[in-house]
């Protein structure tokens, strides 16, 4: 497996600085956009569109499989430990709703993850999901997830949760901003559909395995 560090990918010894980190929900009724209110650069966006998908009760996890170790990973090989998250998630908290969901950071374009926000209900019969959730992370390799719980004024209570070591919760003041003018993924070109050349299509069907289907004529 391919991997990249951050600083190799950088040129330079540096860290992510998380309060940067811009996350959205792909919702039946568009994204929305997050981030923490002291980094927030652009208009904050009304609530209602959050109350409409989250009722008051709901506890919101967003996790991820992308990158295991803060590092840089292949497009291939994230997406298909997403999958396997993915079928993870469904198996374990069974009737949940399951938004896709990313992150990235403006100012490091090729550091772009996608993810999933698991909507879990007020009375739902499984009570121990934040331990769920948290055990995936420890699986998939990541540092933290994040975990939230809506408010009848349409507003969360979140937490970054630090997975590494022990289960900490940290508080975080989120906002909801206005969406990005372009979709994120394309501000680097690692992480859009779009086909830049032949090789790039190979290397892809040989990683999944289906290069020998392909006849170049």
Known sequence: MEVVSVAEELGKDDEVDWLECISAIETDQGLIYFCDAEYSKTTKAEAAHFRASFPC???LYSITAYNPFNTVTNRVTNELANLELLKDVREL???CNIYNNFSFFPSRPYHFERGFTIQVPQDYEVKNHAMIIYSLAIKYDQA???KGV???N???IPYVVLVQGEYTEIKENLVSIEPAPIHPAFLHQANHAIFHNLNDILCMLNQVGLLKFVIIL
Do not use: K, M
Request: net charge negative; charged share 5%; aromatic share 14%.
């Open 93 to 95: 908290l069974p009737g």
């Open 144 to 146: 933290a997830f994040f």
């Open 150 to 152: 809506v408010l009848d």
């Open 154 to 156: 349409g507003l969360t």
């Open 57 to 59: 009760g709901t506890s």
